[in-house]
């Protein structure tokens, strides 16, 4: 038995030089047989202490080689999944915030509790994800977005699902999806990550720094959603030392809202059409307000803009123009031809 399960299964921490040392046992495949599945459902239990969870990103972000390319100006966003099912809004705010100039990287999962994720909707809008830092570059470069794929994150993860086979690696979806916004080697200016409870701050908050290329803002809420909520009491943590913004529709001056105002289209044929609706102002006010809070949100962490209200004002404007669907449309249409700009800034981690 290995001593980070060993560690688990007691109640006690796991340090990072035990992780680490798990990790090389599992590529050498020296584990005992079902050991890799049976602490990740350990690892799923509450009882878990947020330190061995902050040990675990740490230990996989100090095992990683090879150059990683670096975007300066660019931001991200990516919520922790879980709490209420709400149609694509990150993706939608992502594609809206590229459209008025920002540079947006985003990285996303496949759906664990909902009907489809970021990565689910991509592919029914024929958007691959990139492959390599060289494909991310080149799609920023022509789209002023990016969608970036697994190469991005530890291979160790890749390694883990292939050991826990046949099983797969759906039941420990909540916790890789409160992990995984911490994992990525995606160097950028800032990150925005919505988190669906806020009893999950102060472990985000240890998480959050664990990760050294990128600030990373923490967005909570009163309902229940990882994302920004344009009718409800919303929080955006920007850091050790300074203030949370509150954002409520006093602030923004936005309309009254439930739920249902922001439900997934239920039927896989709809999912493309409603998001294109989405895109364009067509659903609700509630709806177009809370994509022009996200992405506004994401013009303000690019440092692109200070204000809300204005910032939210040019969201809605380009929705509604079509200027936003025209680049959705654009990024269809041009996936996968891509070719490697020159001149990006390169780090290495």
Not at 117 to 126: A, E, N, Y
Not at 145 to 150: E, K, L, S, T
Not at 170 to 186: D, E, H, M, V
Request: net charge neutral.
């Amino acid at each position: 038995m290995h001593d980070a399960y060993a560690a688990l299964l007691a109640g006690r921490p796991a340090d990072t030089a035990t992780w680490s040392s798990f990790w090389d046992e599992l590529s050498a495949d020296t584990l005992e047989p079902g050991e890799p599945a049976q602490l990740m459902a350990a690892l799923c239990q509450d009882t878990v202490a947020p330190e061995t969870l902050t040990c675990l990103v740490r230990s996989l972000h100090v095992r990683r080689t090879g150059p990683v390319r670096a975007f300066p100006g660019a931001v991200n966003v990516v919520g922790t999944g879980g709490g209420a099912s709400t149609f694509n809004v990150s993706t939608a705010a992502a594609f809206v915030a590229a459209a008025l100039g920002t540079r947006v990287i985003k990285t996303g999962s496949r759906a664990y509790s909902s009907t489809y994720g970021s990565i689910d909707l991509l592919d029914r809008l024929g958007i691959p994800l990139t492959k390599t830092y060289d494909e991310t570059a080149a799609s920023l470069a022509r789209h002023g977005i990016a969608f970036a794929g697994y190469f991005v994150y530890p291979v160790e993860l890749t390694v883990l699902a292939r050991r826990i086979l046949p099983l797969p690696m759906r039941p420990y979806g909540r916790l890789l999806n409160t992990l995984g916004p911490f994992l990525p080697a995606l160097p950028g200016t800032r990150q925005l990550t919505g988190l669906s409870s806020r009893r999950l701050l102060p472990l985000a908050r240890r998480l959050a720094e664990t990760v050294d290329d990128r600030e990373v803002w923490l967005c909570t809420n009163d309902i229940g959603v990882d994302e920004l909520i344009s009718f409800a009491n919303n929080a955006v943590h920007r850091g050790t030392g300074r203030p949370a913004l509150h954002l409520g529709r006093r602030v923004l001056n936005t309309a009254a809202g439930t739920l249902a105002d922001l439900e997934r289209v239920p039927e896989p044929t709809r999912v493309v059409d409603h998001f294109l609706d989405a895109v364009s102002g067509r659903l609700s006010e509630v709806a177009t307000e809370t994509v022009a809070l996200n992405a506004a949100a994401l013009t303000i962490a690019a440092g692109q803009e200070t204000r809300w209200r204005p910032a939210m004002a040019a969201a809605t404007a380009a929705m509604r123009d079509g200027t936003v669907r025209d680049l959705v449309n654009t990024v269809r249409a041009g996936a996968p031809a891509l070719a490697p700009p020159v001149g990006e800034a390169v780090a290495h981690g």
